[in-house]
């Protein structure tokens, strides 16, 4: 069982930077793909970013060349770094995590991200 709490978000201006943490608890940490998703006011939840139990990175087409996503597995730490940050960018910030190819069975409480023009 894992249990994910994302950190790091706030208020940033437009070409702006944050970085966004995740702390897991759970013993299989290391082992899990993690990733990152958002929500906007009124929209459908959608993906942002994940990273293998290898280390092997992927990315939203919306996101990529901007953020970067990396884990620490001896802090249990999965991060995201978002750099030239947009308003359209604006969104509830969750963590997750699937210890195989099915669903996301692990998700944290979400985190505020504000990009203001």
């Known amino acids: 069982q894992v249990q994910l709490v994302e950190s790091g978000g706030g208020l940033v201006q437009a070409g702006g930077s944050l970085r966004l943490s995740c702390a897991a608890s759970g013993r299989t940490f290391s082992s899990y793909t993690m990733a990152w998703f958002r929500q906007a006011p009124g929209k459908e939840r959608e993906y942002v970013a994940r990273?293998?139990?290898?280390?092997?990175?992927y990315y939203a087409d919306s996101v990529k060349g901007r953020f970067t996503i990396s884990r620490d597995n001896a802090k249990n730490t999965v991060y995201l770094q978002m750099n030239s940050l947009k308003p359209e960018d604006t969104a509830v910030y969750y963590c997750?995590?699937?210890?195989?190819?099915?669903?996301?069975?692990?998700w944290g409480q979400g985190t505020q991200v504000t990009v203001s023009s």
């Open positions: 990273i293998t139990g290898s280390s092997i990175t």
């Open positions: 997750a995590g699937r210890s195989s190819d099915a669903n996301y069975a692990y």
